[in-house]
């Protein structure tokens, strides 16, 4: 289904995002980790690419086979960081065949960048990279003149892009993505609903309509928070949630802890009427399927009526 069609359809949609493992093995798992999320219907799934598009065949041979083993809507991530227009083509032409109808246009990290959901660290975003598209945009534009059916999505940073401190400058970046053809906008992770409802009011003075989906990863171990804090530069840990973690004796309960936290923004962000939310499953589905449990649901086609 394109990806507009989804939003227009389904109020709030929720979608998973994947990266493709490096090995068969770990494809194997992860696939098995797709089937049991298959199971909480979600409206959407996307699969990332690997920093510097590292991953790309493994990308196109997941999102192949999710497109042609389930019924779920598929979103392929696309980065242009030193991609040349002839690649991008062959790379659209292969996904046009096989029936994936909507990409994430992405400028995207050299190799090295951060991990699905973090936002770049401003050193990495600001190196000139290679390559014939220089913004998301010139992306998106391309996308929209070689296959114009196709959705589009594109990033937004409800914390502020790293490259980019003027607020104002920004808003103008994102809607130059919008003006290019995008459909709807996934944030980066955010852990203050404030944050997300302050961008979005930003976007919408500045003219932007699209849906925007809102990006939540739950923290389930303390390792896992730190390499978020070290990658994901500048975003803020509320110290409500410090404190909470802080009191956890085990990674055991630092992931009940990020469940239940993740599970109240979902129900707030539902009551302000959210396009969307988009959880960065990290591969694993015990946390997405946790926060489901909490809202006491059991697929996303009921999550609407959530009551807080």
């Known amino acids: 289904m394109h990806i507009a069609r989804v939003y227009e359809q389904h109020r709030p949609a929720f979608s998973f995002e994947f990266f493709p493992p490096k090995t068969p093995a770990g494809s194997e798992r992860l696939f098995r980790t797709v089937e049991e999320l298959v199971e909480l219907a979600p409206n959407a799934v996307s699969v990332t690419y690997g920093a510097g598009g590292s991953t790309k065949h493994l990308t196109h041979e997941l999102v192949a086979r999710v497109r042609a083993e389930t019924s779920l809507t598929v979103v392929s991530h696309l980065t242009c960081v030193g991609a040349s227009r002839a690649e991008t083509a062959q790379i659209l032409d292969k996904y046009a065949s096989a029936g994936i109808e909507n990409i994430m246009a992405l400028r995207g990290d050299p190799p090295g960048g951060p991990a699905p959901g973090a936002r770049k660290p401003a050193a990495v975003a600001e190196t000139p990279i290679n390559g014939e598209f220089p913004y998301a945009a010139d992306l998106v534009a391309f996308i929209k003149d070689r296959y114009p059916e196709m959705g589009i999505g594109v990033a937004g940073f409800p914390e502020g892009h790293p490259a980019t401190p003027n607020r104002l400058t920004e808003i103008e970046y994102l809607k130059a993505k919008v003006d290019a053809g995008a459909d709807y906008i996934c944030t ?28 939540i990863m739950p923290i389930t171990s303390r390792s896992g928070m730190t390499r978020m804090a070290e990658l994901a530069a500048g975003s803020r840990f509320p110290a409500r949630l410090l404190k909470a973690v802080e009191r956890a004796e085990t990674d055991e309960y630092v992931e009940n802890v990020g469940v239940h936290w993740a599970t109240q923004q979902v129900m707030e962000l539902i009551d302000a009427d959210v396009a969307g939310i988009h959880f960065y499953t990290l591969n694993k589905s015990d946390a997405t399927r946790r926060i489901y449990e909490h809202l006491g649901v059991t697929n996303s086609s009921r999550l609407a009526a959530v009551p807080s």
């Open 188 to 215: 980066q992770l955010f852990f203050d609903n404030r944050d997300f409802l302050d961008f979005r009011e930003r976007c919408e003075l500045a003219g932007i309509t699209v849906p925007i989906v809102a990006g």
